[in-house]
């Protein structure tokens, strides 16, 4: 099982980016997903969250009303809509998932990360 991320990039103050991560191999269920960040000196941090039928969302208080995190589980992807950025918002992202492979429990994966650059 992997995750893998894109969508990040270099923006200025006020635009806007788009997050996905794909869930790939042999899939049985996978559960919650979310978003984390970590910026230079700081802790990882969870950004946002979506429950497995997508019907509860969470959100770090810093991104409420400026991102929306979202799922397609036909597709096994996550997405993360960020608006109005900002310069604090600089950061890789990871993408998360708690998934039950064919074969293996259920387990916590770990996307390889994206980098957001927002400019002022």
């Known amino acids: 099982v992997q995750l893998q991320a894109s969508g990040g990039g270099l923006v200025q103050a006020g635009g806007s980016l788009r997050l996905s991560c794909a869930a790939s191999?042999?899939?049985?269920?996978?559960?919650?997903m979310g978003w984390y960040r970590q910026a230079p000196g700081r802790e990882r941090e969870l950004v946002a969250a979506i429950s497995t039928d997508g019907d509860s969302t969470d959100y770090a208080d810093p991104v409420k009303g400026r991102f929306t995190i979202s799922r397609d589980n036909a597709k096994n992807t996550v997405y993360l809509q960020m608006n109005s950025l900002k310069p604090e918002d600089t950061a890789v992202y990871y993408c998360?998932?708690?998934?039950?492979?064919?074969?293996?429990?259920?387990?916590?994966?770990w996307g390889q990360g994206t980098q957001v650059t927002v400019s002022s």
């Open positions: 191999g042999s899939i049985s269920v996978i559960n919650t």
């Open positions: 998360n998932a708690r998934i039950r492979g064919s074969w293996s429990p259920l387990s916590n994966y």
